[in-house]
């Protein structure tokens, strides 16, 4: 017999690694992969940080995305709900939402070791 199908409600999400400015909650997390939500109100910008050797995969449900990376935060792009974002291991970035809205973000990391490492700024 096959597996039988896992559903994780809302109020089962579990507080994932904290980065200031950004709420996020996880769905399912293995050795190799994680599941989550984030949310960022309006106006607010994230600390600089990166995923480890995780390879983050994600989608705007809500509100405006903002990230910003490259030598000494030179870089940036936009996405808007309905887009989708790859962050590749090892980038340092942050995080913003320049709407006033409140940013829903869904993403899948996949990897090993810890999923967000905190981080003074980019080098450069």
């Known amino acids: 017999m096959a597996e ?27 050795d190799d992969v994680c599941v989550l939500h984030v949310r960022t109100e309006g106006g607010v910008t994230s600390g600089w940080h990166h995923h480890g050797d995780h390879t983050t995969y994600g989608f705007v449900v809500a509100g405006k995305l903002r990230f910003e990376f490259g030598v000494g935060g030179s870089e940036s792009v936009e996405a808007v709900p309905g887009e989708f974002f790859m962050v590749p291991p090892q980038t340092i970035h942050r995080e913003s939402n320049p ?6 973000l869904m993403g ?11 981080v003074d700024g980019p080098v450069g």
């Open 4 to 30: 039988r199908i896992r559903l994780v409600r809302a109020s089962d999400l579990e507080v994932g690694p904290a980065t200031p400015g950004m709420a996020r909650s996880q769905a399912q997390v293995t």
């Open 99 to 104: 709407s006033v809205e409140q940013q829903i």
């Open 108 to 118: 899948l990391r996949i990897g090993s070791g810890p999923t967000v490492v905190n």
